[in-house]
């Protein structure tokens, strides 16, 4: 089997174009689902922090683990609280599926691993979700990581893959 390594450079200039996409739209607002769970939660975070608890309010709670929100209120900490750094806190989520693409490729397609990348790279559903501030993206790195785990019959991979997906 060819080694991703080997192969870096189909890394690395995926990276670079989805972090091209990303810049480009890095001042999108947020819509959808996304203006709850981007906006709302993180923003009560943001401004409580954990004095009232690790749970969201009745008012806005959604139902779901709010790490996401825990995530984006922390890089606010950290970068200051604007929609520019909402989008670039996706990106090592965005970089952990280019790579799981890359390696689900290695197992299915041994000759051609990149192609399996490259297909769902352009994908439009893809393209559309990689630039929103979304758990949308956090899920679909966790079923990777369990694809990938199931593909290799790696359990730890399908356990990791379902923790990943259990925090959104």
């Given amino acids: 089997m060819r080694s991703i390594l080997k192969d870096h450079w189909i890394f690395?200039?995926?990276a670079l174009i989805q972090g091209v996409l990303l810049f480009c739209n890095q001042e999108s607002i947020l819509f959808w689902d996304t203006i709850q769970f981007a906006g709302k939660?993180?923003?009560y975070f943001y401004e409580y922090g954990?004095?009232?608890?690790?749970?969201?309010p009745d008012a806005i709670d959604s139902g779901h683990p709010p790490t996401f929100a825990w995530y984006i209120s922390l890089c606010?900490?950290?970068?200051?609280?604007?929609?520019?750094?909402?989008?670039w806190a996706m990106f090592p989520f965005l970089l952990g599926i280019v790579y799981q693409l890359l390696k689900i490729g290695?197992?299915?397609?041994?000759?051609?691993?990149?192609?399996?990348?490259?297909?769902?790279?352009?994908c439009p559903f893809y393209l559309g979700?990689?630039?929103?501030?979304?758990p949308d993206l956090i899920l679909l790195?966790?079923?990777?990581?369990?694809?990938?785990?199931?593909?290799?019959?790696?359990k730890t991979l399908v356990l990791i893959g379902?923790?990943?997906l259990s925090l959104t």
């Fill in 106 to 122: 290695e197992l299915a397609l041994n000759k051609h691993p990149y192609v399996f990348a490259l297909i769902v790279f352009l």
């Fill in 141 to 154: 790195l966790g079923f990777l990581v369990m694809l990938r785990g199931h593909l290799s019959k790696r």
């Fill in 12 to 14: 690395l200039g995926l």
């Fill in 76 to 87: 606010w900490q950290i970068f200051g609280k604007s929609l520019v750094t909402s989008h």
């Fill in 50 to 56: 954990f004095q009232q608890g690790l749970l969201l």
């Fill in 129 to 134: 979700h990689s630039i929103l501030v979304s």
């Fill in 162 to 164: 379902s923790l990943i």
């Fill in 41 to 43: 939660h993180t923003s």
